[in-house]
């Protein structure tokens, strides 16, 4: 009777087991179903990053990714096979360098400041450019509340987005400031037509209509609250790098200075073929990254892999980004 109960039990355990599995399979099945049938996603989420400079808040958005294709024909002055032994060995493609554009928007001393606009509805660089106004939006940036946009350059990747394809500013509240040696050389209709075409037409749709609202900033000058220009010439004869401070804490945001983490900085003799004066941009780049060095100062640049920010350090003959951890938290 024993062995009989015994069997019957295992049976009934074997079959509820076998059941068990068999659901197991099926909600597995069920599952894998329901998830191949979801629809993937092409696009990420609009880029938005924030961390403080003493009492100022800086806000990192993105214009989107810009291919510039192979990178021996944008790096120049070093031979081809010594560049993409560069790149490989930082783990990084060889046929194609990308670069981002971070544009800070500071708040600082009661002004909301942009720091550059991407691209606008330009795409000469293909479509994965102009999302400045989404991600200003995804971070709750509204574009009336912009009290100022200042320009490192006039290249048509930082002054595109000014001026709307709507006739209208697309900053509408706010004042607009660079260079007057930028202003002058990228509006100068003379060109129009010759090598700088497409620059000089973008300047001249972006800065011309809100030349009633710009002011020209001097080097060294504190021409906003906290915010001091640095004259960097070379990528553009106006090029300029910005000093951000508050309550005893410095950031500088570069612009152009320096486009690439590792072949400008290992490398900062290096040319790049979008410089108007290449010898001359790669002596500002010396310059002040061995000042950013030198004092410890964080640095941010336009191009630099998102969000761009990070500190810079003496290496060898050159020197070396170290990107700075991302907070989670703005309590960090």
Not at 244 to 259: F, V
């Amino acid at each position: 009777m024993g062995n009989e109960r015994f069997e019957i039990d295992r049976r009934n355990l074997l079959l509820a087991g076998g059941a068990a599995l068999s659901g197991a399979v099926l909600g597995a099945n069920s599952v894998a179903a329901h998830a191949g049938a979801s629809p993937v996603s092409g696009a990420q989420a609009p880029d938005f990053y924030r961390f403080a400079i003493g009492d100022a808040q800086v806000t990192i958005v993105s214009d989107g990714p810009l291919p510039l294709g192979d990178p021996t024909q944008s790096f120049l002055g070093v031979p081809a096979d010594e560049i993409r032994s560069m790149l490989n060995h930082s783990f990084l493609p060889t046929d194609e360098v990308v670069l981002a554009q971070n544009a800070p928007v500071v708040n600082i001393g009661g002004k909301l400041i942009l720091f550059d606009t991407g691209m606008g509805s330009l795409k000469q660089f293909g479509p994965t450019t102009g999302r400045l106004k989404s991600c200003l939006a995804a971070a709750n940036i509204a574009l009336e509340d912009i009290d100022a946009v200042v320009c490192s350059h006039a290249h048509w990747d930082h002054v595109g987005g000014i001026w709307g394809d709507d006739g209208k500013p697309t900053f509408p509240n706010a004042q607009v400031y660079i260079s007057q040696t930028d202003y002058d050389f990228w509006t100068d209709e003379k060109k129009l037509g010759g090598d700088l075409n497409g620059l000089v037409k973008a300047a001249i749709h972006n800065l011309k209509p809100v030349r009633d609202r710009m002011v020209f900033f001097q080097d060294e000058q504190e021409f906003l609250p906290g915010i001091h220009a640095i004259s960097a010439p070379g990528h553009t004869l106006g090029h300029s790098c910005f000093m951000i401070e508050s309550a005893g804490k410095t950031m500088c945001y570069g612009g152009d200075l320096t486009h690439h983490p590792v072949l400008l900085f290992e490398k900062p003799l290096m040319e790049f073929a979008f410089d108007t004066d290449p010898k001359l941009s790669a002596q500002s780049r010396v310059r002040i990254l061995k000042m950013l060095a030198s004092n410890r100062i964080p640095f941010m640049s336009y191009h630099f892999p998102w969000p761009g920010y990070g500190h810079v350090g003496i290496a060898g003959e050159g020197f070396a980004y170290f990107p700075e951890p991302l907070h989670l938290s703005l309590l960090d």
